[in-house]
């Protein structure tokens, strides 16, 4: 009988510590909200992944680049030279000036020189100028307008110096050139066939010339 209550008491004291560890985990799991992966629990399950969205970089502000106008000057380097159709032969009508034509402003009044020629061979006929005319439009004005029979076949050549006025206010200013033209039909005809050759030359300045208002008294 004894020995029954010894076993008995034995018994208990062993199911009793092997309970011990599993009420302990219990109570740690309880305390602390978590679980163990695997076992139940109220975050037993595996963390939600967290993604975000990709911000896209601002493109970055394009500056319009603006292109500066260039005014023309055919004098820009000092001459210039044209060749022009004249019946079966080229007139060649040269322009120059001593000047710095690169400062030159609207207010300027520049001097320009001009010389005329033809070239090739002529056959031996005579081909003259009658009529040299030089006008600004713009201005509504003529520079010069020369008529004679001045020849300009070979060794000949037709000179003229122009002064070409203030244009306030303009960027650039186009002289127009007439040249009438008497070309003889055969050597030694005296016969001639009449050509009007026109040309023209643009003269751009540096900066446009301030307008000045009139005064006016009271």
Not at 167 to 183: C, I, K, M, Q, W
Not at 188 to 193: D, E, S
Not at 197 to 218: C, H, K, R
Request: aromatic content about 6%.
């Amino acid at each position: 009988m004894a020995s029954t209550v010894v076993a008995a008491r034995t018994t208990r004291r062993r199911t009793f510590t092997a309970l011990l560890p599993a009420l302990a985990l219990a109570s740690v799991l309880g305390l602390s909200g978590c679980s163990l992966p695997g076992l139940p629990g109220p975050t037993g399950a595996p963390a939600a992944e967290t993604t975000s969205a990709a911000v896209p970089e601002q493109a970055a502000a394009v500056t319009p680049i603006v292109a500066t106008p260039v005014t023309p000057n055919d004098l820009a380097t000092g001459s210039a030279s044209h060749t022009l159709g004249a019946a079966e032969n080229q007139l060649v009508v040269d322009y120059w000036t001593a000047e710095k034509a690169t400062a030159w402003t609207a207010a300027s009044t520049p001097i320009v020189q001009v010389s005329a020629k033809v070239v090739g061979s002529t056959g031996g006929r005579s081909i003259k100028i009658t009529r040299f005319n030089a006008r600004v439009d713009s201005l509504n004005t003529v520079l010069a307008n020369d008529t004679g029979d001045f020849a300009i076949d070979a060794p000949h050549a037709y000179w003229s110096a122009l002064q070409i006025p203030a244009n306030p206010g303009a960027t650039s200013t186009r002289v127009v050139f007439t040249f009438d033209l008497l070309t003889e039909t055969a050597a030694g005809t005296g016969v001639f066939t009449r050509q009007t050759v026109m040309d023209s030359l643009t003269i751009g300045y540096a900066e446009p010339a301030p307008q000045t208002t009139p005064q006016t008294t009271n």
